[in-house]
């Protein structure tokens, strides 16, 4: 998901020891990676506590994932 969304390598080092910052970095993380499919913050928030049902949504849906 980095990779996906141009972050460098020292992100997940920080998401995975850094306690409340893995948090945010986490939604900043999954932010720029739903943009990457054209979806906005209201779909962000859904993800949030719903991601059973967006993530299946994202994956059969009709979203292409724009490379921008």
């Known amino acids: 998901m980095l990779q996906i969304i141009n972050r460098p390598w020292w992100w997940l080092l920080i998401m995975i020891f850094v306690p409340i910052a893995n948090i945010i970095f986490s939604i900043i993380a999954l932010k720029e990676f739903l943009e990457k499919f054209g ?17 299946p949504m994202l994956a059969f849906g009709d979203d292409q994932f724009k490379n921008e």
């Not at 906005?40 to 049902?53: E, H, K, S, V």
């Open 39 to 55: 979806k906005g913050i209201g779909f962000t928030i859904a993800t949030i506590f719903f991601p059973f049902i967006t993530f």
